[in-house]
């Protein structure tokens, strides 16, 4: 069974780089799409942006400027930075599996982070 | 942000049938891309519930079915039961965006 775990720091101060590592355990990283996903309090969800093991990614454009998406096959892991950060980015960010392609759904969901921006 | 748009909420009587719609547009569900919805309980990760426009995955009851036609989906629970009181999202690609994009969320409530 495929789990997925989000890691890092709960608090980042604003104009910031947050950071966060998603380790999947109970299955190879290799050969699939990863997505960073994220919730802010009481409201809906937003794509952040995928990556491929290969290290080809795509992000939401309204995020693009700020994104950074990287792999590291051996270790079964991949992260997010999210620069310049401000209060706008608290949010609950989730890693998540494609089931089967770039544009296809999310079968594994991480138990997700909350991030607070706050000084 | 969202693209696909959904009603803010629905409820129903226990063992009543309620449908949630998405609506989209000619860059996402319109232009063939595939809707799944994800159920999300309160304080826990969204749970995909239907994928490719109507399948099921393992586990997941058949009260759920998903259905989609022309820029929409629907997604239909039958015999409401109280532990399907969640959130409900759809999502799908978007070729203007060149990404995944998310409904605005559904609330349910078991009346």
């Known amino acids: 069974q495929v789990q997925l775990q989000e890691s890092g720091p709960g608090l980042v101060k604003p104009s910031e780089t947050l950071s966060l590592t998603c380790t999947v355990s109970g299955g190879s990283i290799s050969s699939y799409f990863w997505s960073w996903i994220r919730q802010p309090p009481g409201k809906g969800l937003e794509w952040i942006g995928y990556i491929y093991t290969s290290g080809s990614t795509n992000y939401n454009p309204s995020l693009r400027s700020r994104v950074t998406i990287s792999v590291d096959t051996s270790k079964n892991q991949f992260s997010l930075r999210l620069s310049s950060v401000t209060a706008a980015d608290t949010a609950m960010y989730y890693c998540?599996?494609?089931?089967?392609?770039?544009?296809?759904?999310?079968?594994?969901w991480g138990q997700g982070t909350l991030v607070t921006v706050s000084s | 942000q969202s693209v696909l748009t959904q009603p803010p909420s629905v409820s129903g009587a226990p063992g009543q049938r309620v449908t949630i719609s998405c609506t989209g547009s000619s860059s996402n569900i319109g232009a063939g891309y595939d809707v799944h919805w994800y159920q999300q309980l309160p304080g826990t990760a969204p749970k995909l519930l239907i994928y490719?426009?109507?399948i099921r995955p393992s586990g997941v009851p058949d009260r759920f079915s998903g259905s989609k036609s022309g820029t929409s989906a629907s997604l239909a629970i039958t015999g409401l039961q109280a532990e399907d009181e969640a959130d409900y999202y759809c999502q799908s690609y978007d070729s203007s965006l060149s990404g995944h994009v998310f409904g605005t969320g559904t609330k349910v409530t078991v009346l």
């Open positions: 998540a599996r494609h089931e089967n392609s770039a544009a296809g759904d999310f079968d594994y």
């Open positions: 490719v426009n109507s």
